[in-house]
T-cell receptor
Framework: GAGVSQTPSNKVTEKGKYVELRCDPI?????LYWYRQSLGQGPEFLIY????????DSGLPNDRFFAVRPEGSVSTLKIQRTERGDSAVYLC????????????FGPGTRLTVL | GENVEQHPSTLSVQEGDSAVIKCTYS??????FPWYKQELGKRPQLIID?????GEKKDQRIAVTLNKTAKHFSLHITETQPEDSAVYFC???????????FGTGTRLLVSP
């Protein structure tokens, strides 16, 4: 079946602009995760959803970052007033249920803030 | 919070040799340890994982070992092939939490 998908694959924006990144999890997966991967580093956790609610947002770096999952499927990561330091690959992952450990990753969105 | 360290950062081997990548974790409550392979510009792909109630797991040429006392786990790849070349990440998950904490990655290069 289809894996996790993310759009856009690449996003170039200017400092101070607002961006939205979309994630479509594997069908039937109730848990969804956002990670950020800087060049040469491992993914860093941002936020986790179980269903529609954000169960753990401890990884969001500041209040410019926000994520939603209104219907318990697709999720959108929103970044306000982007800064050059926000440039990274934003990865989404999903798992079948909260009790399931295995996380399947999407291809990521490469965000470049000029 | 949990911290995962990974070594080496780069590893070059000849085709057919074995490769070993090691990770240590800090939180003794961690109970799930996956390994991901990431090719350039691609998504991380799970290649093997192990849970804390098991000491070793094998899948063809890949094996993972876990030492809970020492809080370290290792990935072993035997009979390496050029297509094994990629960046490998270890990760750990603390019981009761859902997030994965990743190591900094090992770039494996297998030369023909």
């Amino acid at each position: 079946g289809a894996g996790v998908s993310q759009t856009p694959s690449n996003k170039v924006t200017e400092k101070g602009k607002y961006v939205e990144l979309r994630c479509d999890p594997i069908s039937g997966h109730t848990a969804l995760y956002w990670y950020r991967q800087s060049l040469g580093q491992g993914p860093e956790f941002l936020i986790y959803f179980q269903g529609t609610g954000a169960a753990d947002d401890s990884g969001l770096p500041n209040d410019r970052f926000f994520a939603v999952r209104p219907e318990g499927s697709v999720s959108t990561l929103k970044i306000q007033r982007t800064e050059r330091g926000d440039s990274a690959v934003y990865l989404c992952a999903s798992s079948f249920a909260e009790s399931t450990d295995t996380q399947y990753f999407g291809p990521g969105t490469r965000l470049t803030v000029l | 919070g949990e911290n995962v360290e990974q070594h080496p950062s780069t590893l070059s081997v000849q085709e057919g040799d074995s490769a070993v990548i090691k990770c240590t974790y800090s939180d003794s409550a961690s109970n799930y340890f996956p390994w991901y392979k990431q090719e350039l510009g691609k998504r991380p792909q799970l290649i093997i994982d192990i849970r804390s109630n098991v000491g070793e797991k094998k899948d063809q040429r890949i094996a993972v070992t876990l030492n809970k006392t020492a809080k370290h786990f290792s990935l072993h790849i035997t009979e390496t092939q050029p297509e094994d070349s990629a960046v490998y990440f270890c990760a750990a998950k603390v019981a009761g939490f859902q997030k994965l904490v990743f190591g900094t990655g090992t770039r494996l290069l297998v030369s023909p």
